[in-house]
């Protein structure tokens, strides 16, 4: 696509010029000049200031609808030409999360490798600091965990959405209430993932946004795995913030429910991790075929 459109794309979805900017690696006079050339061509204004905020227009609004078609379409072409060379050979080594491990990556894995028979692929699970030091130390080739560290050295490429839920067993009293308030979590039961989860981190971000710290809450026990804690609720009382991928068949057989809690929700992206710089084809290839993985 036309790098003005790609700028524009990157300012719509942070809102901000300078988020936009340091994650294109430009400057941000750099970031205003592509949206007033781009603005300029298509006659219409794309973003209005309010305040210290930035928002789209309406024109800007339709434009990164059929921006991000476009990039979509782009893609997708990308990766078909690349896939011509059926031949395609080596050993790519990947570090995810316990979450993506478990539930989103081995579909993917299993259709990537039907396609590309002699790719050699092996996995490593763990939290995101442990997939952020094998990285470090290159035991993998690539990283998929939750969120983004504050490092420089690497970059992030966002991979797919992710809400992450109150979950109570389905036969329980509490989940027989449609919402709660933040007031009324504090008295709940709950367990927890264990410290440097990237899971429990993106908990503690949400809570913290609304006054709310981890020792305000009751917290009975911390596991170290979503199995672990989806077993321990089944056999309790108690409650946890799990990522809505984790419990899909047991919404399905009921077993467990979502508990909504008022003025509340915890969503956030899983991203690819992986070292600033030129990448090998392999994990170029990976990415394209998991990114527009037809969910």
């Known amino acids: 696509m036309d790098y003005r459109f790609k700028v524009f794309q990157k ?4 809102l901000s010029f300078t988020k936009a900017a340091a994650e294109l690696y430009i400057s941000q006079p750099a970031v205003t000049k592509h949206i007033a050339a781009l603005e300029a061509e298509l006659g219409h204004k794309l973003f209005v200031r309010k305040g ?10 339709i434009t990164l609808k059929y921006v991000r078609k476009a990039e979509k379409i782009f893609n997708e072409l990308i990766f078909e030409l690349s896939t011509l060379d059926s031949q395609v050979k080596g050993k790519l080594k990947i570090g995810s999360s316990s ?10 894995l299993a259709d990537f490798k039907s396609k590309f028979s ?12 442990q997939i952020e030091r094998a990285l470090q130390r290159n035991e993998i080739d690539l990283g998929i965990v939750e969120g983004k560290s504050k490092r420089t050295d690497y970059q992030y490429i966002e991979f797919i959405r992710d809400e992450i839920v109150l979950v109570a067993k389905s036969s329980s009293k509490i989940a027989k209430k449609l919402e709660i308030t933040l ?3 504090k008295s709940l039961p709950l367990v927890l993932r264990e410290e440097g ?5 993106v908990i503690v971000y949400n809570l913290r946004k609304k006054g709310l710290n981890l020792n305000d809450l009751n917290i009975q026990i911390r596991l ?15 409650l946890s913030f799990l990522s809505i991928h984790s419990i899909l068949n047991e919404l399905k057989r009921n077993e467990l429910s979502v508990i909504d809690i008022k003025d509340f929700q915890i969503k956030r992206h899983f991203n690819f991790i992986l070292p600033k710089g030129e990448q090998n084809r392999l994990v170029e290839l990976f990415i394209r075929f998991a990114r527009y993985y037809n969910f």
């Open 11 to 14: 300012v719509a979805e942070k």
């Open 52 to 61: 210290s905020y930035i928002e789209l227009t309406e024109a800007g609004k």
């Open 99 to 108: 979450t993506m491990t478990q539930y989103i990556l081995p579909k993917i």
């Open 118 to 129: 002699d790719l050699s692929i092996s996995v490593i699970n763990g939290n995101t600091q």
């Open 183 to 185: 007031e009324e979590l």
């Open 197 to 201: 989860s990237g899971t429990l981190e």
């Open 224 to 238: 170290g795995s979503t199995e672990a804690i989806k077993n321990y609720i089944l056999h309790s009382q108690a």
